[in-house]
Nanobody
């Protein structure tokens, strides 16, 4: 049983910044990947960034150089610092944790937090 709770979404102007947080609780493996996905109107859900337990990161091309993902393993929390926001970044952002059990990957999802970039 894993629960993920996102926070930090809101309305910002183009060029502004937001920091999203996701706190995980429950039966959490020490070896996991955490990440952020987003779903914009009319589009399918897409990976924004993820980070493994050891700290290696991966970013979508559309956010590279503007967003930074980080994690605090002691707090089981992942962050997404979003700078230079664009209207195209408007979406519901979902936190994800991936764990491996019995050679299968299991994904856990938060409820989502709305990010709106508009002038």
């Amino acid at each position: 049983q894993v629960q993920l709770v996102e926070s930090g979404g809101g309305l910002v102007q183009p060029g502004g910044s937001l920091r999203l947080s996701c706190a995980a609780s429950g039966s959490i493996s020490s070896i996991n990947t955490m990440g952020w996905y987003r779903q914009a109107p009319g589009k399918q859900r897409e990976l924004v960034a993820d980070i493994i337990s050891g700290g290696s990161t991966n970013y979508a091309d559309s956010v590279k150089g503007r967003f930074t993902i980080s994690r605090d393993n002691a707090k089981n929390t992942v962050y997404l610092q979003m700078n230079s926001l664009k209207p195209e970044d408007t979406a519901v952002y979902y936190c994800m944790m991936k764990v491996i059990r019995s050679f299968r990957a299991y994904d856990y999802w938060g409820q989502g937090t709305q990010v709106t970039v508009s002038s």
